[in-house]
Nanobody, 124 residues
Framework: QVQLVESGGGLVQAGGSLRLSCAAS????????MGWFRQAPGKEREFAAR????????YYADSVKGRFSISRDNTKNTVYLQMNSLKPEDTAVYYC?????????????????WGQGTQVTVSS
């Protein structure tokens, strides 16, 4: 099992940047594919980014590609989401999630463990 705790959310003006962190408990962090999802009010949870076990392969939703960057530090059991050029439509609760190897695609159903979420609000 793994427990996930997100941090780094907040209020930022459009065009600004934030870096989200997700700290994982346990010694098996490197065994999980990690993803970031987000959920805006009244909308379904949507995929944002995903990173492979070693960090060498990343995928992004078209809506964030070129602006967001996912990374991980397996020595610190932490995954990051660097968000640049933020837009008001990026406003959402952001969740990190962990999936077993072989899973962890773009669907929330692929992920076994979830953090509690961190709020990101982008003002215009």
């Amino acid at each position: 099992q793994v427990q996930l705790v997100e941090s780094g959310g907040g209020l930022v003006q459009a065009g600004g940047s934030l870096r989200l962190s997700c700290a994982a408990s346990g010694r098996t962090f490197r065994s999980y594919v990690m993803g970031w999802f987000r959920q805006a009010p009244g909308k379904e949870r949507e995929f944002a980014a995903r990173i492979s076990l070693s960090g060498g392969i990343t995928y992004y939703a078209d809506s964030v590609k070129g602006r967001f960057s996912i990374s991980r530090d397996n020595t610190k059991n932490t995954v990051y989401l660097q968000m640049n050029s933020l837009k008001p439509e990026d406003t959402a609760v952001y969740y990190c999630a962990a999936a077993s190897p072989g899973a962890g695609g773009r669907s929330a159903d692929d992920y076994n463990y979830w953090g509690q979420g961190t709020q990101v609000t982008v003002s215009s």
